[in-house]
């Protein structure tokens, strides 16, 4: 079920300009200090059970389509190859011992704290994506979804995530883009919460 939304392309609510920032540094600032603990114990959990970094980063396109470094906690080996969600087809394989319990709670993504920290990201809004999803990348020039911060999740993770195609992300993210508001992001933050602890459309790409 999608929340009912109208349309204000305009200019930017003040919302969006100031409140929503607001609340995503109030917000990220709490959950890293309330959560340190629990960091601490993913970070040591990760090291210990493979070879490499705690942390992974890969550069991503973000506000305006520039690129940033985004931030998780290592789910896969080392050696695993560079490549499309929807390429990967033997994803177990390249899994470390915790990566795929980290995936599909989604605590891999509790690194992207410093993103909104710093910046570069959102608690709500378009996934940040990649060079090999440059399908989506460029649907969302022409539609306007690259123009604002992306975030940790959004209206098309909650609408099926990686189960849906990139004409229906792109779509979808155009959609929340020109409808953001308090109440769209704390309906799609519940829709989170429900998905995440329901593992609905968990996809561990």
């Given amino acids: 079920m999608r929340v009912r939304v109208e349309k204000h392309t305009s200019s930017e609510s003040i919302y969006q300009k100031y409140i929503k920032t607001i609340i995503d540094v109030l917000f990220a600032s709490l959950l890293t200090v309330a959560g340190l603990p629990l960091l601490v114990l993913i970070a040591v959990s990760v090291k210990l059970t493979s070879p490499g970094p705690v942390l992974f980063k890969q550069l991503r396109y973000g506000k305006n389509s520039e690129k940033f470094w985004i931030y998780k ?18 994803k177990d394989k390249y899994l470390t011992p915790i990566g795929k319990f980290l995936r599909s709670t989604s ?6 704290l410093i993103n909104i920290l710093n910046g570069d990201m959102s608690f709500i809004g378009p996934r940040p994506l990649s060079d090999t999803d440059i399908e ?5 020039l022409e539609n306007g979804a690259d123009l604002i911060k992306p975030g940790i999740t959004g209206y098309a993770q909650v609408n099926g995530r990686n189960t849906i195609d990139n004409e229906q992300k792109a779509y979808l993210d155009s959609v929340y883009a020109e409808n953001i508001s308090l109440k769209f992001d704390v309906w799609i933050v519940f829709q989170t919460v429900f998905k995440v602890l329901s593992r609905k459309d968990i996809n561990l790409n």
């Fill in 73 to 90: 906690f290592r789910t896969m080996q080392i050696d695993t190859p560079i490549l499309a969600d929807q390429d990967f087809y033997n």
């Fill in 107 to 112: 605590l891999d993504e509790l690194p992207q």
């Fill in 136 to 140: 989506v990348i460029s649907a969302r």
